[in-house]
């Protein structure tokens, strides 16, 4: 036997296994998505209301948005990255007709009583924007959801189930900064965001709140991930 051949046969080659991802077929998948769907429904509202706090400039859904993220991180990771292309599909496909319910509700005759017009007006205003909204929120958490989970998938393949607080870190910041940037880039004028300043100080501030909500609740996610890894039947099988 040739020295070659003796340390190849001295040196085994490490094959790396194939990720970990469950199938869809117990509740856990449908609860986990309508959960994001509710959540990114009520951030589109909640998003067509411009916020002041102090010399940081918002919108009212700022407090949401970064659980449906969440959501994202563990249906990518149990489910991989395909099932959460379908949810991030199937959530917006419920978000437009949410908007389309609006604009009918909208266009219904209502009373014409002072009280009636006052209620017409008010919901003209709450939820008129809303569409331009869903556009914004469909362009940008497409794209950054689908990046986000795309990352996780990848590092997952190379990780294995060991690190997964650095394919939450990894990919939330990467994602939630697409996700922000093309999301106030359209929605900004719905919302009265007007001059560079202002626009930047949305970005920033969106961008930032966002990435330290999620970092501040990967504990959380970690121990939330590990529950469905351990009650998912088909997990690993």
């Known amino acids: 036997m040739s020295p070659l051949q003796s340390n190849a046969s001295a040196t085994p080659l490490k094959i790396r296994a194939a990720p970990s991802f469950a199938s869809v077929g117990s509740p856990y ?8 769907a509710v959540i990114v429904i009520l951030s589109n509202i909640g998003a067509s209301k411009g916020v002041q706090l102090g010399p940081f400039v918002t919108d009212g859904g700022f407090f949401l948005f970064p659980f449906a993220y969440i959501l994202g991180d563990v249906i990518s990771e149990i489910y991989g990255f395909k099932v959460t292309r379908k949810a991030i599909f199937a959530t917006f496909a419920l978000s ?46 497409l794209t950054g959801q689908t990046t986000n989970s795309w990352i996780m998938v990848r590092l997952k393949a190379r990780q294995g189930e060991k690190k997964l607080w650095a394919r939450l870190m990894g ?20 919302i009265g965001i007007v001059g560079f300043g202002m626009f930047a100080n949305y970005v920033l501030v969106g961008f930032l709140y966002k ?27």
């Open 29 to 36: 998948f449908g609860i986990l998505l309508a959960c994001m």
């Open 96 to 141: 437009i007709f949410a908007s389309l319910a609006y604009w009918v509700i909208i266009a219904l005759p209502g009373f014409t009583d002072d009280f009636g017009v006052a209620k017409q007006q008010a919901l003209e205003l709450a939820l008129g924007p809303v569409p331009q909204i869903v556009l914004a929120s469909l362009l940008a958490f």
């Open 171 to 190: 990919s939330s910041g990467v994602g939630e900064f697409i996700d922000t940037l093309i999301f106030c880039a359209v929605a900004a004028p719905v």
């Open 211 to 237: 990435v330290a909500v999620q970092y501040a609740l990967i504990p959380v996610t970690t121990l939330v991930i590990g529950w469905f890894k351990r009650h998912e039947p088909t997990y690993g099988a």
